[in-house]
C-alpha cells in the first residue's frame, strides 16, 4: 500500500479565494489502478473538449504512474529472490 497525500480545494472567503486541506491515505495497488482507468476516460473527454489542458492532466497523474512503475518493478524483483 502507498501513503498518499491528498489536497482538498474549496471556496473560502474574498480573502482567500481557496484554502487547502491534506489528509494522508493509504491507496492499495487495486485503488491506484482503478483510478488510473477513470482518468482515462475522463482525459479522453478532456482531450475532446479542452486539449490544452492535456499537459496539466499529466502532471497531475505522475505521482499514481511512478508509483505503479515502482511496485511492477519491485514485484519482477521479488520473483527472483
Known amino acids: 500500500d502507498t501513503r498518499v497525500t491528498v489536497t482538498t480545494a474549496y471556496g473560502g472567503s474574498a480573502r482567500n479565494c481557496f484554502e487547502e486541506s491534506e489528509k494522508e491515505e493509504v491507496i492499495s495497488t487495486s485503488g491506484i489502478k482503478e483510478i488510473l482507468g477513470m482518468w482515462q476516460i475522463f482525459s ?11 499537459q496539466v492532466m499529466l502532471f497531475c497523474l505522475t505521482h499514481f504512474c511512478n508509483t505503479m512503475r515502482g ?7 521479488d520473483m527472483f529472490s
Request: aromatic letters at 6%; proline letters at 0%.
Open 44 to 54: 479522453q473527454f478532456v482531450e475532446q473538449k479542452h486539449q490544452q489542458l492535456q
Open 71 to 77: 511496485r511492477k518493478k519491485q514485484n519482477s524483483l
